[in-house]
Nanobody, 124 residues
Framework: QVHLVESGGGSVQAGGSLRLSCTAS?????KAWFRQAPGKPREGVAV????????YYADSVKGRFTISQDNAKTTVYLQMDSLKPEDTAMYYC????????????????????WGQGTQVTVSS
């Protein structure tokens, strides 16, 4: 079992920045950030593989969000810049211990472990 603890959410004006953190209690093969706005499905935002520098991003956040990990690869960060009101959502950290095809990396069903979520609100 892997426990994920997130922090760093909050409220910011459009154009501002926030940094989310997620610390895992054990080894994970892959970590990701998802978000879910009210009435919308959960959306994959960014992915980082523990053993490599490989990352993936949703088109909606490319060039604005950056996913990174600490040297111990237990904590994953999501630096969110140039935030827009449409970025408002509950943000969730997700992780898994096993490999899978890269095409599934932004799909929520690919992940077995989830954090409790942290709210991000961007005002116009």
């Amino acid at each position: 079992q892997v426990h994920l603890v997130e922090s760093g959410g909050g409220s910011v004006q459009a154009g501002g920045s926030l940094r989310l953190s997620c610390t895992a209690s054990g080894y994970t093969y892959i970590k990701a950030w998802f978000r879910q706005a009210p009435g919308k499905p959960r959306e994959g935002v960014a992915v980082a593989y523990t053993g490599t520098s490989t990352t993936y991003y949703a088109d909606s956040v490319k060039g604005r969000f950056t996913i990174s990990q600490d040297n111990a690869k237990t904590t994953v960060y999501l630096q969110m810049d140039s935030l827009k009101p449409e970025d408002t959502a509950m943000y969730y950290c997700a992780a898994d211990r096993g490999p899978s095809v890269a095409s599934r990396s932004l799909l929520p069903e690919r992940y077995n472990y989830w954090g409790q979520g942290t709210q991000v609100t961007v005002s116009s």
